[in-house]
């Protein structure tokens, strides 16, 4: 069984950082993506960022120059470095794992459980 563990979130004024990480456990062979979407109450999630084991991101416009992702392929690992925090990134961070195969299975997509990102003004 795959398990996404966040850690990093919490309460930061409005132009701080944080730093999120996620790790996957779960005799992983290989995850072809990992990234990171956010969602407030009411609203759909959305993604953040992503990338790829080759390298490759995916950057939501809103985040561009502020946000970086980057990711640890030996540790099955990803970070997301939040810059210039805005009060509208205020939001629950969830990591994303897609095309994860272990030893004797196959997800399609995995999560973890969340973490609060609150940025105050």
């Known amino acids: 069984q795959v398990q996404l563990v966040e850690s990093g979130g919490g309460l930061v004024q409005a132009g701080g950082s944080l730093r999120l990480s996620c790790a996957a456990s779960?005799?992983?062979?290989?995850?072809?993506?990992m990234g990171w979407y956010r969602q407030t109450p009411g609203k759909q999630r959305e993604l953040v960022a992503t990338?790829?084991?080759?390298?490759?991101?995916n950057i939501e416009d809103s985040v561009k120059g502020r946000f970086t992702i980057s990711r640890d392929n030996a540790n099955n690992t990803v970070y997301l470095q939040m810059n210039n925090l805005k009060p509208e990134d205020t939001a629950v961070y969830y990591c994303n794992a897609e095309r994860v195969y272990t030893r004797s299975e196959y997800y399609r997509a995995t999560w973890g459980q969340g973490t609060q990102v609150t940025v105050s003004s």
């Open positions: 779960g005799s992983i062979f290989s995850i072809y993506a």
């Open positions: 990338v790829t084991s080759a390298g490759y991101t």
